[in-house]
């Protein structure tokens, strides 16, 4: 089953795994480590981060690794584009009526 990927960074725990993770390859006793919560629920937060292609498993021995697929992260990023764009609209607009209230004043 394919999860949508907003569906992994709706859950503070995944934010968190994923920012962990994006700076070095960890296995899953490594990333439980960084949390108060069971084994068994990292593994679920784990499954469905993979579920939504976010991250990727390297084995090495005996050892299974995730690492973060930052490409797939452009889904989420093209999608908060247009927010920022709104806003930076909006700051634009808003420096105007400055630029302009600062003008008057002069």
């Known amino acids: ?9 709706a859950d503070p725990t995944r934010r968190a795994i994923l920012v962990l993770i994006a700076a070095q390859a960890m296995t899953p006793n490594a990333i439980a480590e960084h949390f108060d919560v069971t084994r ?5 937060h784990l499954r469905i981060l993979s579920e939504c292609e976010l991250l990727a498993q ?9 690492e973060l697929k930052i490409d797939k992260m452009n889904e989420i990023d093209i999608w908060l584009a ?6 930076e609209e909006r700051f634009q ?5 400055l630029h302009t ?3 008057k004043k002069k």
């Open 1 to 9: 089953m394919r999860r949508d990927i907003f569906q992994a960074i």
């Open 40 to 44: 068994q629920s990292i593994s679920k």
């Open 58 to 66: 390297k084995q090495e021995g005996r050892e299974i690794f995730y």
């Open 82 to 87: 247009q927010f920022r764009k709104i806003m």
């Open 93 to 97: 607009q808003l420096d105007e009526v």
């Open 101 to 103: 209230l600062k003008n």
